[in-house]
C-alpha cells in the first residue's frame, strides 16, 4: 500500500521538479511512510512520486518509481495484487521474464512485465487485487492511469493550467504551483446527499476521480490540447450483474454454498501473502467473523485479531467479538473506549480525508486501524459482504413499500406521505413501545420517527429507481442549502447508467456496488487505515467472488426475512450460530445524543451564521435543522454531521 502523485506537463529544467514532487509524496507521507522516491524526465515534462508502505519484497528491489527492464515503461503502484506469482509464471512459460532475470519478488515487477509483453488494456483482465498506478510508456508517449475494478483504491486527475496531475488523494494535487481549481457547488451538493463525494466528481472543479474498473490513457496530443479523454472501462458491476441476471448459478443451495466457499478460501488465502505481520478486523459479525474463520482454517498459528468497543453497552461490540475470537481460538486484542476517548480522535478526521466524507463509522473504523497497527501492517477486513449478499435492511424493506406503494397512482402516494409525514409523531410513539428494548431511551422516538419521514418523503418517487434514490439520501434537496448550487448528474439520475435487471432487491444490490461501495464503504477503510499506515485488504469484494454473487439466484441471499444466507452457512461450519444471530448493530456512534451534549459548542461554533455564509451555504435551513435535532422535534444527526465536517473540512485545509 502506497501513495501515489505526479504531473505531465511543458518540458522544464531538471532542477524544477525534485521540489514539486517532494511536496506532493510529502503529502501522501501517511500512506507510505517506510520510503518514498521520485523521478522524472525533464524533456518530457514528467514527474513521477511515490511513497510506500512495504508490504511485499521489503528490499530496495522494490523501490518505486520503477522501470521495466527494458526502461521504455515506468509505473507508480498502490495497492496489492495478489496473484502476481501466476502471471509471472505465465511470463517465464511464455518467454517473457526480463531480459538478465528478475530484480526481486514484488507485484510491480510483475506487473510491469505483463504491461510490456501484453500491453497494459490486455494484462490488467489478469490482475485479481486491489490497485490504482500510472503508467508511462516512453515510447508511445502515453500516461495511463489505471483503477482496480470495485473501486478498493483511489485515484484522481486533472488539468491544473496546462500540467495534467494525478495522486492517490486531491491533496497531492494542490501540492503542484499550477493548481487553480476552486471548491465545486455541484460536488458539495452531491455529497450532502450522499455523505461522500460521488465519482466522477471531487470536491475541486475539473478534478475527477476515475470511477472503478477503468482505464484513462493521455496522449501527448491531448496533453497539449489540455483534452481529457474520457476513461475506458475494462469492468464494470453492470456488466457483472447482467451476465448473472442471463445465466443465472443453476445448482443447488448445496453446490452453491461450494463454490463460495473455494472462491472465498481463495480469495481471503491470497490476501494473507505478505512479507509482514498480518491480523484482521473482527466485530463479531456475518462478515468478519466468516474472514477471520477462513484465515485461522488457514494459518498454522493464532490469527491476530482487533476490535474496539466503548464504555456505553448500547454502542459496545466487543463482547460478540470476543465470544468469535474465543471460539476460534485468535490472538485477539480489545480496546474499550469511553465517549471522551472516542471524542477526542473527531478533530483528526478532517486532515486525512482530505475530501469531504461524513459516514459516522469513520470514526471507529479509525481507531480499530489505530489498534491494529501498533501490532500489525496489514488486516483483512470483513466490508462488502452486505452489498454482495444482501445484508442491508433496505433490501428487504424497499421492495416490500414499492410493492404496496408502486400500485397507487402517483398524486394518492404524494398523499399518503404528507398522511404518514403529519402522523410520523404518533406512529413514532407506537413503534417506539415496541422498540423499548433494542434502543437506549434517548433514542428510540426520534429513530423511528427520522424512518418513517424519509419513507414518507420517498413515497412520491416516480418509479423504483427514484424510491431507493430518496431512501439512500439524507438532505433530499441539498442544492436548496447552498447560495449558488445545482446538483450534478449522478448514476442515479442517468437510466443509461443503471443495470438491466428485473429484481429490485437485486438490482439495489448492483447499485449499492457501483456507488455506496467504493464511494462510502472503501473511501473509509481506504483513508482510515491509510491514515495510520495500515493496509487493509477486503477478500469479500474480489471480484470473482462479486461475479459469483450477481449470479446467485436472491433466494441463496435473502430468505425468511434474513441476508446474507450463503455466508451464514459457511460461517456455521466454524463458529455456533447463536454467537452471531443477534440484532444488526453496526459500527454505530450516538452522533445524536454527541450534538446535544459534549459536542454541542463545538458543532455551534462550525454551524454559526457568518461561518455557514463564508462557505456558500443559507444559513437558514442548517440552522433551523440544528435547532429541531437540538428541541428534540427531529433526529437530523447525519444531515447535521455532513455539513458540519464540510466545515471542519475546509478549516482544517485553509479553504
Avoid at 476552486?182 to 475527477?208: D, K, M, Q
Avoid at 404496496?404 to 410520523?424: F, V, Y
Avoid at 441476508?563 to 443477534?582: A, C, D, M, Q, S
Wanted: neutral net charge.
Amino acid at each position: 500500500m502506497c501513495g501515489i502523485a505526479g504531473f505531465w506537463g511543458p518540458p522544464r529544467p531538471a532542477d524544477f521538479f525534485p521540489p514539486i514532487l517532494e511536496g506532493m509524496a510529502d503529502c501522501l507521507r501517511h500512506r507510505g511512510p517506510d520510503s518514498s522516491g521520485a523521478w522524472s524526465d525533464p524533456a518530457a515534462g514528467l514527474g513521477l512520486a511515490h511513497t510506500r508502505l512495504a508490504i511485499l519484497d521489503l528490499t530496495p528491489a522494490g523501490h518505486q518509481p520503477m522501470h521495466s527492464a527494458d526502461g521504455r515503461l515506468t509505473t507508480v503502484f498502490n495497492g496489492e495484487v495478489y496473484n502476481y506469482a501466476d502471471f509471472r509464471r505465465e511470463l517465464e512459460e511464455t518467454g517473457h521474464a526480463p531480459e538478465g532475470g528478475w530484480r526481486g519478488h514484488s507485484d510491480t515487477e510483475a506487473i510491469l512485465a505483463a504491461a510490456r509483453a501484453w500491453g497494459v488494456e490486455r494484462a490488467v483482465h489478469r490482475f485479481t487485487g486491489m490497485f490504482a498506478l500510472a503508467l508511462w510508456d516512453a515510447e508511445a508517449r502515453t500516461l495511463t492511469l489505471l483503477r482496480d475494478r470495485l473501486g478498493i483504491k483511489p485515484l484522481y486527475y486533472g488539468f491544473c493550467g496546462g500540467t495534467f496531475g494525478f495522486g492517490s488523494q486531491p491533496g497531492a494535487l494542490r501540492r503542484h504551483p499550477d493548481f487553480d481549481r476552486p471548491l465545486s457547488r455541484p460536488a458539495l451538493a452531491a455529497y450532502l446527499r450522499t455523505l461522500y463525494v460521488p465519482a466522477p466528481y471531487s470536491i475541486f472543479e475539473g478534478v475527477r476521480q476515475l470511477p472503478p474498473g477503468c482505464l484513462l490513457t493521455l496522449t501527448a496530443d491531448d496533453l497539449a490540447a489540455r483534452r481529457l479523454p474520457e476513461p475506458v472501462p475494462y469492468w464494470t458491476v453492470n456488466a457483472a450483474a447482467e451476465a448473472g441476471a442471463a445465466s443465472p448459478f443453476a445448482g443447488s443451495e448445496d453446490e452453491a454454498e461450494a463454490e463460495l466457499t473455494r472462491l472465498l478460501d481463495d480469495a481471503v488465502g491470497l490476501r494473507m501473502i505478505a512479507d509482514v505481520p498480518l491480523g484482521a478486523f473482527l466485530s463479531g459479525g456475518v462478515d468478519s467473523s466468516t474472514v477471520v474463520a477462513l484465515m485461522q482454517r488457514r494459518s498454522p498459528g493464532k490469527v491476530k485479531t482487533f476490535t474496539i468497543g466503548f464504555t456505553d453497552p448500547a454502542y459496545d461490540e466487543s463482547g460478540p467479538a470476543r465470544a468469535v475470537a474465543a471460539h476460534l481460538g485468535t490472538d485477539h486484542t480489545e480496546l474499550i473506549l469511553s465517549p471522551e476517548e472516542a471524542q477526542a480522535a473527531i478533530p483528526d478526521l478532517p486532515r486525512f480525508f482530505d475530501e469531504p466524507f461524513a459516514d459516522a463509522s469513520m470514526l471507529p473504523t479509525y481507531l480499530v486501524s489505530r489498534l491494529a497497527r501498533q501490532h500489525v501492517t496489514v488486516s483483512l477486513s470483513g466490508d462488502g459482504g452486505d452489498e454482495l449478499f444482501g445484508g442491508y435492511n433496505r433490501y428487504l424493506l424497499a421492495p416490500a413499500l414499492w410493492r404496496a406503494a408502486g400500485r397507487l397512482p402517483r398524486p394518492l402516494r404524494r398523499l399518503a406521505g404528507g398522511l404518514l409525514a403529519g402522523l410520523s409523531g404518533p406512529l413514532a410513539g407506537v413503534l417506539e413501545t415496541a422498540q423499548s428494548l433494542l434502543l437506549p431511551p434517548d433514542r428510540r422516538q426520534l429513530i423511528v420517527r427520522d424512518k418513517l419521514q424519509k419513507v414518507a418523503a420517498a413515497l412520491s418517487a416516480p418509479g423504483r429507481e427514484a424510491f431507493f434514490h430518496s431512501l439512500a439520501s439524507f438532505w433530499q434537496r441539498p442544492a436548496e442549502l447552498l447560495q449558488d448550487g445545482s446538483e450534478p448528474a449522478t448514476r442515479f439520475t442517468d437510466p443509461a447508467a443503471w443495470p438491466e435487471v428485473a429484481d429490485y432487491a437485486t438490482w439495489m444490490m448492483a447499485m449499492d456496488m457501483a456507488t455506496y461501495l467504493p464511494g462510502d464503504i472503501l473511501t473509509k477503510v481506504d483513508r482510515a487505515s491509510m491514515a495510520v499506515a495500515l493496509e487493509a485488504r477486503v477478500p469479500l469484494i474480489d471480484h470473482r467472488v462479486a461475479e459469483f454473487a450477481l449470479s446467485l439466484p436472491l433466494r441463496f441471499k435473502i430468505r425468511d426475512g434474513q441476508g446474507k444466507r450463503l455466508l451464514r452457512r459457511i460461517l456455521y461450519r466454524h463458529v455456533p450460530r447463536e454467537l452471531i444471530e443477534r440484532p444488526k448493530q453496526g459500527f454505530g456512534l450516538p452522533i445524536d445524543a454527541w450534538l446535544r451534549g459534549p459536542l454541542r459548542a463545538w458543532a455551534e461554533d462550525l454551524l454559526a451564521e457568518p461561518r455557514l455564509r463564508d462557505s456558500g451555504f443559507k444559513p437558514a435551513p442548517v440552522r433551523r435543522a440544528w435547532a429541531d435535532h437540538l428541541a428534540g422535534r427531529a433526529n437530523r444527526q447525519y444531515h447535521l454531521w455532513a455539513v458540519l465536517m464540510y466545515q471542519a473540512w475546509r478549516a482544517e485545509h485553509g479553504l
